[in-house]
């Protein structure tokens, strides 16, 4: 079993910057590719950003540029840097991890961001 536990979530202006952080516990040694994604009210869950254990990164389209994600594989930790925010940002942020043979090892209970003035 894998846990996650995000934190960092809050109200930030535009323009501001916030640091989501995602730690795993439990079954580690499965995961591979750990992953933030979001949803605002009314839409789908979207894809934000990825990377996997070797460190290659993927990002959504609409946050490339602006977001960076890393991660500290001695913590367990995946952390999400959020600059230049805006109001569009806003939504709950999901921390997902997927095992190496390609299962969803575990989603986190969501951190709200909200980006307004």
């Known amino acids: 079993q894998v846990q996650l536990v995000e934190s960092g979530g809050g109200l930030v202006q535009p323009g501001g910057s916030l640091r989501l952080s995602c730690a795993a516990s439990g079954s580690i040694f499965s995961i591979n590719t750990m992953g933030w994604y979001r949803q605002a009210p009314g839409k789908q869950r979207e894809l934000v950003a990825t990377?996997?254990?070797?460190?290659?990164?993927n990002y959504g389209d609409s946050v490339k540029g602006r977001f960076t994600i890393s991660r500290d594989n001695a913590k367990n930790t995946v952390y999400l840097q959020m600059n230049s925010l805006k109001p569009e940002d806003t939504a709950v942020y999901f921390c997902?991890?997927?095992?190496?043979?390609?299962?969803?090892?575990?989603w986190g209970q969501g951190t709200q961001v909200t980006v307004s003035s």
């Open positions: 997902k991890a997927v095992r190496y043979k390609g299962t969803i090892a575990a």
């Open positions: 990377i996997t254990s070797g460190g290659n990164t």
